[in-house]
């Protein structure tokens, strides 16, 4: 009877075990099918980018979107996830989420600069988010929503020139930017007035030409140059880049692009200079064979 007592006991722990199991599967269902879909930040868009200096060093970029919608009575620890896709440059392949980061689910814009968030220069970046939640007895769970719209935009290109010693031809080298379906196109700006009224304008450099025989432009370690042969001695030449993308991709403005000026030789003076000083030298040197008595 003992022995059989002590079954009894041991099947009825087991069963009990069995029905705490079960009860805590269907308690934790129970939450689990609790979870209402959230929103997505809305209306996600470039609300600035430039230069916040007249120096046009510092370059920025400033996001803005629309709350996002949670459910009202079981979301908790609301928050909104940010994500940068990036454009590889030299391949134009997307890489997806290079940068993630959380906000507040009161947050309605952003700067990443101001964040701490480094950006490549010149380059073509995507920007969207998600909302999440936990939700639970003890927030045990989390739900994460859906993306949002995707916004494009270019950061701020590096470029510079420099005159080319014993010439005048200015040497002319930016970033070499990349969309998802290839090279972008420039127009450059070269002038010696303010407002790049003249010279003639240089034709537009096609993407797709970079790097051909059909294009004066040249592709070295991420970088792109040309080779400026019009310009005139003794001048100031001042010289922007504009990058051509797609009506797709926000930019800095036109007139807030950087400006980088460049002084040519004055190649005359350098040459009757250096005639002078041959004749001065001849006559010396006649002086000198004539003797003190002539």
Not at 2 to 8: D, F, G, H, L, S
Request: hydrophobic share 40%; proline share 5%; with cysteine.
């Amino acid at each position: 009877m003992r022995k059989r007592a002590k079954v009894v006991a041991a099947r009825i722990i087991v069963w009990l075990i069995i029905i705490t199991m079960v009860a805590a599967f269907v308690v934790d269902l129970a939450y689990a099918q609790q979870a209402l879909p959230s929103t997505p930040p809305q209306n996600v868009r470039v609300s600035d980018i430039g230069y916040e200096d007249t120096a046009k060093q510092n370059w920025f970029v400033e996001f803005a979107w629309d709350s996002p919608s949670f459910p009202a009575d079981i979301a908790r620890s609301k928050s909104q996830v940010f994500y940068f896709n990036k454009v590889e440059r030299g391949t134009g392949k997307l890489l997806e989420d290079v940068i993630q980061f959380t906000l507040a689910e009161s947050a309605k814009n952003f700067n990443p600069v101001r964040y701490g968030i480094d950006l490549e220069h010149g380059t073509i970046y995507e920007f969207y988010g998600k909302s999440r939640y936990t939700y639970g007895q003890y927030e045990e769970y989390t739900f994460t929503s859906g993306k949002s719209n995707r916004v494009k935009f270019l950061t701020g290109l590096e470029f510079g020139a420099e005159v080319i010693p014993g010439t005048n031809d200015i040497r002319i080298v930016w970033d070499d930017v990349w969309d998802t379906d290839g090279r972008i196109d420039y127009r450059i700006l070269i002038s010696d007035t303010t407002n790049f009224t003249q010279p003639p304008a240089i034709p537009d450099i096609i993407g797709a030409d970079i790097g051909t025989e059909r294009s004066k432009v040249t592709v070295s370690g991420g970088k792109l140059e040309y080779i400026y042969t019009g310009a005139l001695p003794g001048r100031e030449y001042s010289i922007k880049i504009i990058p051509l993308v797609d009506s797709d991709v926000a930019v800095t403005p036109v007139d807030e692009l950087p400006v980088v000026r460049v002084k040519t030789e004055i190649v005359l003076k350098a040459s009757i200079w250096a005639k002078h000083r041959r004749r001065r030298r001849k006559v010396a040197e006649m002086d000198a064979a004539l003797g003190p008595d002539c």
